[in-house]
Every structure is written in C-alpha cells, then in structure tokens.
C-alpha cells in the first residue's frame, strides 16, 4: 500500500492529548504504524551526563500512532484524506481529497 504520510509532511492532530495542534512529521515508523512528529507528544526523558551531553531533564517528541494524525490541507491547513491519482505523464501523485489540490507538487 501506498505510504499517506512521508517525512516532511503538514500534519494535523485529529485526536488526543495534542488534539488540533499541527507540525512536521520528523520520522516515519510503518513497521510499528507510528510517526514522530515536531512539537507532538513530548516526553521528559532523564539524560545522564556524558562526555558530550550535559545531564538533566530533557524534552523530545515521542512517537504517535498514524491514525490519529491527517494531512493538512495545502488550501486551508485543516483535517483531510489522502487520494492518489496518476497524472498524463505518468507520474503517481497525493491529493487533498477536502480540496483537490496535489500534496506532492
């Protein structure tokens, strides 16, 4: 099947603890059906101090399940499906199913 979301996608939130709140898909997971997305589901993780790194508390994004994420709508930025159709030239692009305009463009 055909991957809906990709890296570097606009993604909105559709339901959840980050309900209505959007950003950029960081990672792409499929295997687990999960995405990590910027700004989404942070975590605090305790860092150990290293040679590197300074020790503390620190934010990160988790990970979010797929199916509580959708496109964005290049129009309008809201909530919508993910169509695919195959242009003249061959080439196999996403659509906004709520506007019609091209994802991938």
């Given amino acids: ?3 809906k979301i990709k890296k570097g ?3 909105v939130v559709i339901t959840g603890r980050d309900k209505g709140k959007s950003g950029e898909v960081l990672e792409v997971r499929p295997d687990a059906g ?3 997305v910027r700004g989404i589901a942070m975590i605090k993780k305790h860092q150990r101090q ?3 790194q300074t ?3 620190i934010s990160k994004e988790g990970t979010i ?3 509580n994420i959708a496109i964005a709508d290049p129009k309008d930025g809201k909530p919508t ?3 695919f159709k195959v242009l003249e030239d061959g080439r196999k692009i996403r659509f906004a199913k709520r506007s019609g305009d091209p994802i991938d463009a």
Avoid: E, F, W, Y
């Fill in 1 to 3: 099947m055909a991957a």
């Fill in 81 to 83: 499906r993910v169509g």
């Fill in 34 to 36: 999960r995405a990590v």
């Fill in 65 to 67: 399940n797929l199916s």
């Fill in 50 to 52: 290293s040679q590197t």
């Fill in 9 to 11: 996608d606009k993604v």
């Fill in 55 to 57: 020790g503390g508390i």
